[in-house]
């Protein structure tokens, strides 16, 4: 398998508001960067859309690290909540429902498919790849027209 390095971070102009997300995918010598936004969203919407939209872009199972500053993310992976959520019906163990149960879903079909070590880095930290990450997805934010959020809802 491939050995892709990844770094991701998600912004939001309020939270909710609008928000944007990238990603940096680094193979060998090659790099690519990846950003997008929407609307109305949140922060946590967005870092977990970064990982999900860095996973999509690989075109075949990958080895990856994904570094994130996401403790939201990064735990749930790590810690497998998210597969614990996934066999409860994307339910809590206050019984309560998910939140951004549509991404986890979407990220969990990517960990199906690759091999991924999730990695916390502490944002705001020096990290140039997550400073990157973290202009790209600010910038994105700002974007005059932005796509709405299909999966956001008010009351979450």
């Known amino acids: ?48 859309f970064a990982a999900i939209a860095a996973l999509e872009a690989l075109k075949e199972p990958c080895e990856v690290t994904l570094h994130s500053d996401s403790s ?3 735990n749930a992976v790590s810690k497998r909540w998210l597969e614990r959520w996934s066999r409860c019906g994307w339910r809590k163990a206050d019984k309560q429902p998910v939140l951004n149960a549509d991404l986890w879903k979407r990220l969990l079909l990517q960990l199906k498919r690759h091999s991924v070590t999730t990695i916390w880095l ?3 930290a020096d990290h140039p790849e997550n400073n990157r990450c973290d202009e790209l997805a600010r910038n994105a934010a ?9 999966g956001f809802h008010l009351t979450e």
């Open 1 to 48: 398998m491939k050995k892709v390095v990844i770094h991701t971070d998600g912004a939001c102009s309020g939270n909710p508001g609008p928000g944007g997300w990238a990603a940096i995918l680094a193979y060998g010598v090659h790099r690519r960067e990846l950003c997008g936004g929407f609307a109305e969203t949140t922060n946590n919407r967005m870092e977990l």
């Open 122 to 124: 502490k944002g705001h």
């Open 72 to 74: 939201y993310l990064v």
């Open 142 to 150: 700002r974007q005059i027209v932005l796509p709405p959020d299909s």
